[in-house]
Nanobody, 128 residues
Framework: VQLQASGGGLVQAGGSLRLSCAAS????????VAWFRQAPGKEREFVAV???????????YYGDSVKGRFTVSRDNAKNTVSLQMNNLNPDDTAVYSC???????????????????WGQGTQVTVSS
C-alpha cells in the first residue's frame, strides 16, 4: 500500500488543521493507521491510531499530549484516514507522518518501528 499525507500548513495557536492520509494499492480497512510526529531535535512521537475496521473494531487511541484535541477517523469510501487537530499550540509544531500496518495487535500500535508502510511527512507549524 502507498500512503500520501497532506493538509499541513501554518496556523495560529488555538486554530485547527485537518490532515489526510490517502492510500492506494490496497484497502485501508484492514490496516491500523497511525499518525506520528517529529519536531526538530526530538524523537518521533505517537499521536493517534485507528485500528482496522474488522478485528480491531476501528477503535482509536491517542497520545497523552493530544487527547481531547485531536480526532482520528476513517473514510472507507475514499480510502483515507484523517486527523482533525483542534486547539493547536506551538508544541504541536512538527512533521506529521501517517503509517499503516496490517493485522496490528494492540501492544504494537504506539511503536513506529512496527509499521510497514509510511507516507511522506507534512509540516504543521503553529505560531504563538
Amino acid at each position: 500500500v502507498q500512503l500520501q499525507a497532506s493538509g499541513g500548513g501554518l496556523v495560529q495557536a488555538g486554530g485547527s488543521l485537518r490532515l489526510s492520509c490517502a492510500a492506494s494499492g490496497d484497502n485501508l480497512i484492514d490496516y491500523a493507521v497511525a499518525w506520528f510526529r517529529q519536531a526538530p531535535g526530538k524523537e518521533r512521537e505517537f499521536v493517534a491510531v485507528i485500528r482496522a475496521s474488522g478485528g480491531g473494531g476501528g477503535r482509536t487511541y491517542y497520545g497523552d499530549s493530544v487527547k481531547g484535541r485531536f480526532t482520528v477517523s476513517r473514510d472507507n469510501a475514499k480510502n483515507t484516514v484523517s486527523l482533525q487537530m483542534n486547539n493547536l499550540n506551538p508544541d504541536d509544531t512538527a512533521v506529521y507522518s501517517c503509517a499503516a500496518k496490517r493485522f496490528a495487535i494492540l501492544s504494537v500500535l504506539r511503536d513506529p518501528q512496527m509499521y510497514d508502510y509510511w507516507g511522506q511527512g507534512t509540516q504543521v507549524t503553529v505560531s504563538s
